[in-house]
T-cell receptor, first 117, second 110 residues
Framework: DVKVTQSSRYLVKRTGEKVFLECVQD?????MFWYRQDPGLGLRLIYF???????EKGDIPEGYSVSREKKERFSLILESASTNQTSMYLC????????????????FGPGTRLTVT | KNQVEQSPQSLIILEGKNCTLQ??????????LRWYKQDTGRGPVSLTI?????NTKSNGRYTATLDADTKQSSLHITASQLSDSASYIC?????????FGKGTMLLVSP
């Protein structure tokens, strides 16, 4: 079974703090993704990575950065947290197929509910 | 612009009843369409995937249909159970893109 784990289920941070969200997958997947999920807006892609040290911006990268130093680990960084970054953050991973970088079924982690006060 | 629209936004049904969720998309070119189920407080889990050549696919009490001509898909749930209460998300894959719908929140009431 594919397993995607996220470092925290719930996190409360203060405005201006630097926040690290960690994601680890155990199935040797090439692709990893970070999404945020907000009521009425659905899932929105922040960043994805298709290989170690490779990253691409998604739809809403502003205010975020990512790091992928190892294949199994993908970190999302909020350099200076703001209240509008209060959200559910979901990490996902998938295999990479030959037809394009965004590939087959994504396996999601349980999510981190981040509150910025 | 690629878009995926789901309806209804939310739905309440009695346990044991059937329901149908809709997904309309404008993604082009089309590669496949996947339905995810997301329980409260958990990440989405894939229910089924539909490719261009498939019209109907079942997974237990879940049956998905795809009309690639009209760019519509539906997810039919038969004999609903309390455990079906969740958000159902339609995701359409283009050549190198994934477009997510906003989901339908289903509540099955006893």
């Amino acid at each position: 079974d594919v397993k995607v784990t996220q470092s925290s289920r719930y996190l409360v941070k203060r405005t201006g703090e630097k926040v690290f969200l960690e994601c680890v997958q155990d199935m040797d997947h090439e692709n990893m993704f970070w999404y945020r999920q907000d009521p009425g807006l659905g899932l929105r892609l922040i960043y994805f990575s298709y290989d170690v040290k490779m990253k691409e911006k998604g739809d809403i990268p502003e205010g975020y950065s990512v790091s992928r130093e190892k294949k199994e680990r993908f970190s999302l960084i909020l350099e200076s947290a703001s209240t509008n970054q209060t959200s559910m953050y979901l990490c996902a991973s998938s295999l990479k197929l030959s037809s394009g970088r965004v590939s087959y079924e994504q396996y999601f982690g349980p999510g981190t509910r981040l509150t910025v006060t | 612009k690629n878009q995926v629209e789901q309806s209804p936004q939310s739905l309440i049904i009695l346990e044991g009843k059937n329901c149908t969720l809709q997904c309309n998309y404008t993604v082009s070119p089309f590669s496949n369409l996947r339905w995810y189920k997301q329980d409260t407080g958990r990440g989405p889990v894939s229910l089924t995937i539909m490719t261009f050549s498939e019209n109907t696919k079942s997974n237990g009490r879940y049956t998905a249909t795809l009309d690639a001509d009209t760019k519509q898909s539906s997810l039919h749930i038969t004999a609903s159970q309390l455990s079906d209460s969740a958000s159902y998300i339609c995701v359409v894959k283009g050549y190198s893109t994934l477009t997510f719908g906003k989901g339908t929140m289903l509540l099955v009431s006893p």
